[in-house]
Nanobody
Framework: VQLQASGGGWVQAGGSLRLSCAAS????????LGWFRQAPGKEREFVAA????????YYAGSVKDRFTISRDNAKNTVYLQMDSLKFEDTAVYYC????????????????WGQGTQVTVSS
């Protein structure tokens, strides 16, 4: 199983980035997918999650109305559209996948990607 995150980079505050995570998962469409982030000196935190068919999405309060999670089951890929970026969004962003019933806003995901750096300048 491999989760490959990409799309990170440097952007000015107020700008946008789109992260992608391509997954080599058996029956990709069965998995709940999540995005987490970890800033320097801080613990990893939940950002967003999406259920198996995209019918339910979940967001941390700090990113709600600015970030949008989506998935394309035909491409085995999950996306995180990040708009109106703020300096405090600077972090390494990780994608994760889990198939068993669980709280999608928790960190109880079985599979994790390697992370992609997002840097927002103020």
């Amino acid at each position: 199983v491999q989760l490959q995150a990409s799309g990170g980079g440097w952007v000015q505050a107020g700008g946008s980035l789109r992260l992608s995570c391509a997954a080599s998962l058996h029956i990709f469409s069965a998995y709940c997918l999540g995005w987490f982030r970890q800033a320097p000196g801080k613990e990893r935190e939940f950002v967003a999650a999406i259920n198996w068919n995209g019918g339910s999405t979940y967001y941390a309060g700090s990113v709600k109305d600015r970030f949008t999670i989506s998935r394309d089951n035909a491409k085995n890929t999950v996306y995180l559209q990040m708009d109106s970026l703020k300096f405090e969004d600077t972090a390494v962003y990780y994608c994760a996948a889990e198939v068993a019933p669980f709280d999608p806003m928790s960190s109880d995901y079985e599979y994790w990607g390697q992370g992609t750096q997002v840097t927002v300048s103020s």
